[in-house]
């Protein structure tokens, strides 16, 4: 049935179409924007080094692609990818991209990032490398494994830790070799805005994922109440860059305040919004998070 309903949305679907479908380019800023903060930080201080920088955006990217490639695979042996779900289509569970080709793709991306990682681990040293073990596992333990993260409704918390504190603090570090509390307190608004981007995307899928028992955080606590949650964390991040000029960065870091109508609407739209509806808003969060990041981060180049 999904197959088929695929086919007749999409008739002339291509390969690199499909592709797409399937690396999610809308979630990509919640692996870019950290990395781009982390840069920024490690500039404003004097410890920008371009290579590791690089590097470490494209492992970031890797690793968010494996992860959305992982999370197909598996929401489809699992049947949460149904003809009943509200979101853009999934192509594993659509027959679009076959399964076993999809676990190839996965198991060479994560090689891939895995074989570039160490040229991290080179430059800055052995927790590098513990740091991209445990990104790695969480790749895969998101939707895989026994006990998958994504449906214990702990999902928002490690997508906090680790597009947020692990992502900016691994970025600064691998070009600073340390670490301080005020890049650990800049991570919060990337990780804030991550979370964000899932509570949406598991707000629209509340009714589909109870039937799967994918217990998701909107799931367990219900739309109202992760609405609020959206609501707190947007907050959260256009604090966060007060706090750094009180450390003693630029105040210019609160050029992201120019994103604050985006953020309204989105808020606005959030609550006004059900089903296929919310696709909008999850586009509408991830750019959100895009704008506010590279304002920020812009801004504390900004001396």
Known sequence: MQLKNAEKDMPFLSSFQAWMLAIRPKTL????????????????????????????LICALGIQVATNFINEIYDFRKGADTAERLGPTRTVAAG???????IQVSVALLSFVFLLGLYLVYTAGWPIFV???LSLLFA???????????????????????????????????????LSLPVLIAAVAPGSFSVNILLVNNIRDIDTDRKVGKMTLPARI?????RRLYIVLTVVAYVVPSILWLNGYSPWGMLCLLSLPL???MIKVLYVSEGKELNDVLAGTGKLMTFHGLLFAGGLLIQ
């Open 29 to 56: 800023p919640a692996g870019a924007v950290p990395v781009v903060l982390g840069s920024a930080l490690a500039a404003a201080d004097g410890r920008f080094r371009f290579f590791p920088a690089l590097v470490a």
């Open 96 to 102: 679009i991209i076959n399964e076993k080709v999809m």
């Open 131 to 133: 740091v991209g073990i």
């Open 140 to 178: 895969w333990a998101y939707t895989g494994g026994p006990y998958p993260i994504a449906y214990s409704g702990l999902g928002d918390v490690f997508v906090f830790i680790f597009f947020g504190l692990v992502a900016v603090g691994g970025t600064y570090y691998v070009q600073g070799i340390n």
């Open 222 to 226: 219900g739309g109202d109440w992760a």
């Open 263 to 265: 953020a309204f609407k």
